[in-house]
């Protein structure tokens, strides 16, 4: 009996995620870039073990790189953690986009949870990678990440900000 709820709970949780997966999927298409940085390179070189580094700042949002890390228990996953403070008068919605590492492009980065963050606060979240697309098995495999930091408006989900090709090098 306990076999069979453990498998049940499997199974939920596997429709969850791909719902969720779905959800953003739909949620992510149809964007506009209509401002904000863009074309700008950011090159950060970070070891897992120094504090945060400022990888983006322009007139609606600054971002600080806190740390790569996996979590026991979670399995074929590794976390970046961001810190983003929202300079708008909107609640913005913020995501990954045009994700790579080590130069291989990955299709998805989710943070299971939306990161919304209110004018004038920062929001901090850690973007899940599935390391089941990249050619990895943990964390400490990770010698680059590339990706598009990007601000959307909450009310309406229409892009206020991309700040293109951040790189960190770990």
């Known amino acids: 009996m306990k076999k069979e709820i453990s498998k049940a709970r499997m199974i939920g949780s596997a429709i969850a995620g791909v719902v969720a997966g779905a959800i953003v999927v739909l949620s992510l298409s149809g964007r506009m870039d209509v401002g904000g940085v ?9 070891t897992q073990s120094q504090g945060s ?7 609606y949002v600054s971002a600080e790189f806190e740390k790569i890390y996996e979590t026991p228990g979670v ?8 810190n983003v403070q929202n300079k708008t008068d909107k609640t913005i919605w ?3 986009d045009k994700a790579s ?8 980065v989710s943070t299971g949870v939306p990161l919304y963050i209110a004018p004038g606060n920062s929001g901090r979240t850690g973007f ?11 964390a400490s495999d ?10 959307a408006d909450e009310a309406t989900l229409d892009e206020i900000d991309r700040v293109k090709g951040i790189s960190i090098d770990l």
């Not at 863009?38 to 970070?46: A, D, L, N």
């Not at 399995?75 to 961001?82: R, T």
């Not at 990770?142 to 601000?151: H, K, P, S």
């Open 142 to 151: 990770v010698r680059n990440i590339t990706f598009d930091l990007v601000a």
């Open 53 to 59: 580094i400022e990888i983006a700042s322009d007139s």
């Open 38 to 46: 863009s074309g700008e390179r950011v090159q950060v070189e970070q």
């Open 94 to 96: 913020v995501y990954l």
């Open 128 to 138: 899940i990678f599935p390391m089941a697309q990249l050619s990895i098995e943990s």
């Open 75 to 82: 399995k074929d996953v590794f976390y970046v953690s961001l």
């Open 101 to 108: 590492v080590n130069k291989e492009s990955v299709s998805m």
